[in-house]
C-alpha cells in the first residue's frame, strides 16, 4: 500500500504537543505507543505521516480519542476547557522516539 501524498505545511501543523505524564510514560514502555495532542481536524493517516515526516520513525497504527473539556468554576463563574483530541500512534519494532534528547534532529 502506498502512502497518500500530503501538503507539507499541514503536516507540520498536525502535531500539537506530545503529551508526557505518567500515564503516557507507561503506555510508551508497555504498548510502545507515544502520545500525541493533534489538531481537532487532523486525521489518521495525516498523524502517520506528520510523525513520520518529522520524526524519521516508522509508524505501525494510530488510534485517536477525543477529549471533552471539564466544565470548572471559579466562584460563581462557570467555564469551559477546550476539547482535546489525541493520538496514541504505535511504532514498529525497534523505533523509538527519545523526548528528552529533543527528538527530531
Not at 507540520?12 to 504537543?17: E, F, N, S
Amino acid at each position: 500500500m502506498s502512502t497518500p501524498k500530503f501538503n507539507e505545511e499541514r503536516l507540520l501543523q498536525v502535531l500539537v504537543a506530545p503529551q508526557i505524564s505518567e500515564k503516557a510514560t507507561m503506555i510508551a514502555d508497555k504498548n510502545e505507543q507515544v502520545i500525541f495532542v493533534v489538531v481537532p481536524d487532523a486525521t489518521k493517516p495525516e498523524i502517520k505521516a506528520a510523525v513520520e515526516l518529522l520524526f524519521k520513525v516508522q509508524v505501525d497504527s494510530v488510534q485517536v480519542a477525543n477529549i471533552k473539556g471539564k466544565v470548572k468554576r471559579s466562584g460563581r463563574n462557570t467555564g469551559r476547557r477546550s476539547d482535546v483530541r489525541k493520538a496514541f500512534v504505535c511504532l514498529k519494532p525497534g523505533q523509538e522516539i527519545n523526548f528528552a534528547e529533543g527528538g527530531a534532529a
